[in-house]
């Protein structure tokens, strides 16, 4: 019998954005629709908390050092190698664990990493979904009575987000693409274990039967194929995909260009480098530009003032040139998920915002950071929904070139039809036991 409106404890962590952002749209699965941070949740032992905090100050100053010049990229790279993910070919057993999984085992083990949190679940045990590795890993070691899911966040993942000991896990998996479900399996996972369900994406973007993705997109194609070239190309194919009263005929809003900087504030300075590039395009109201700087104070600071310095204090105040900051990674993801209803060109590191591509959102790529980015850099060009940026000083000139070829609808269109957006949905029937349903998402899920 299905468990209907099963409920779960949905857990994530406060390190960057990609693992809260994948657990935000499965508020309604958790109970009371909160998430827990298992690295920083009410009443964290000082010693858990100290572990969690270690690990993400390492994280950080790499990824924000990698900036300086010749030493930075050489120390990113000694770092990066600690988390790198193989090449997939030729396929092969890549079960022996690494010795970054031996340690964090070790961690959980010996110092009881995380007991005070699981045996704190365990008071009332529901399904945990957790969108990092290392709880999941903390809820089976510490004999946690109920199922134990966790959510991959990128296109393809490492050895450290497999089990030290696969064969005999009874966590499951819930893989974003096939990709990820091969990768798993050659980590030694059962395939029993793995459901391909998509990554979730936030229901006020997708809406029921996908009605607030095709309006929104219809509005889109108008602002990306200046010229019609794919468009009158394509008309019966959008059409079909979107519905004739969403073919795209007015101009809806104006051209929206949206960059987003990681959860570390790495490359802010692209931000202000692609404004400069535009400004007299912004001046002359041809482009609006929304500058994301997350819950950073001090990215939302650094935007403002260079945004002044360049003469454009005008162009901020009356709103052609926008920044969001949130207060907290709630508040920064509603106002995120809101501007990202009217953006036409989503300019980001590929991050799990590639998956934002289903939303029929085409992305300029800046460059990746970490071998899991380059993975989904690779995801993205192969899907046709994504592009690596050019010389961000001449932005001015190869981004109009672009949209009076047509390519951006082209890639939004591709992003639609090669990506999925029913993963909160998916989950949510794995959750429930709803077997039936789960031959059909493996069928839907085919890249």
């Known amino acids: 019998m299905p468990k209907n409106h099963q409920k779960a404890y949905v857990v994530a962590v406060d390190m960057g954005y990609g693992h809260q952002r994948a657990a935000y749209p499965l508020r309604a699965l958790s109970r009371d629709e909160k998430i827990i941070n298992a690295n920083n949740y009410r009443g964290i032992l000082a010693g858990d908390r100290k572990i969690w905090q270690q690990s993400r100050q390492v994280y950080e100053f790499f990824s924000r050092f990698k900036n300086f010049p010749v030493i930075g990229e050489i120390?990113?790279?000694?770092?990066d190698e600690f988390q790198a993910i193989e090449p997939l070919y030729p396929k092969r057993?890549?079960?022996?664990?690494?010795?970054q999984l031996k340690q964090t085992y070790s961690l959980i083990?010996?110092?009881?990493w995380g007991k005070h949190l699981i045996d704190k679940l365990a008071l009332k045990p529901l399904p945990i979904i957790s969108t990092f590795f290392i709880p999941a890993f903390m809820a089976e070691i510490f004999n946690y009575p109920e199922e134990i899911y966790c959510l991959c966040t990128d296109t393809d993942v490492s050895r450290a987000w497999a089990p030290l000991n696969p064969h005999r896990s009874k966590i499951k998996y819930l893989a974003p693409n096939h990709r990820v479900e091969e990768r798993l399996q050659m980590y030694g996972v059962k395939q029993e274990n793995i459901f391909v369900t998509g990554f979730p994406l936030p229901d006020e973007l997708v809406g029921a039967n996908k009605t607030i993705l095709r309006r929104e997109l219809g509005y889109r194609l108008f602002n990306l194929d200046t010229k019609k070239v794919y468009v009158k190309r394509y008309h019966?194919?959008?059409?079909?995909?979107?519905?004739?009263?969403?073919?795209?005929?007015?101009?809806h809003h104006p051209l929206t260009l949206t960059f987003a900087v990681g959860g570390a504030g790495a490359q802010r300075e692209l931000g202000i480098e692609i404004v400069r590039s535009l400004k007299k395009k912004i001046k002359a109201k041809k482009i609006q530009i929304i500058l994301v700087?997350?819950?950073?104070?001090?990215?939302?600071?650094?935007?403002?003032d260079e945004i002044c310095g360049l003469g454009l204090r005008l162009e901020l105040k009356n709103h052609q040139i926008k920044i969001i900051f949130g207060t907290d990674k709630h508040d920064y993801f509603l106002k995120f998920n809101r501007a990202?209803?009217?953006?036409?060109i989503l300019w980001t590191k590929p991050s799990e915002l590639s998956f934002y591509s289903a939303l029929g959102l085409p992305i300029i790529m800046a460059p990746p950071i970490g071998s899991q980015e380059r993975f989904n850099q690779k995801w993205l060009r192969t899907i046709g929904a994504g592009v690596n940026q050019e010389d961000p000083r001449y932005t001015d000139q190869w981004l109009f070139d672009w949209l009076d070829s047509g390519w951006f609808a082209e890639a939004g269109m591709n992003g639609l039809l090669e990506g999925s957006t029913c993963g909160a949905d998916n989950i949510k029937k794995i959750l429930e036991h709803q077997a039936e349903e789960l031959d059909i998402i493996k069928k839907i899920?085919?890249?």
């Open 75 to 79: 120390a990113w790279d000694i770092f």
């Open 93 to 99: 057993d890549l079960s022996k664990p690494t010795i």
């Open 109 to 112: 083990q010996k110092k009881q």
């Open 236 to 251: 019966e194919t959008i059409s079909h995909h979107l519905g004739e009263r969403n073919v795209p005929r007015a101009r």
């Open 293 to 304: 700087a997350g819950i950073h104070n001090d990215v939302n600071r650094y935007f403002h």
């Open 340 to 344: 990202l209803k009217h953006t036409d």
């Open 445 to 447: 899920l085919h890249y």
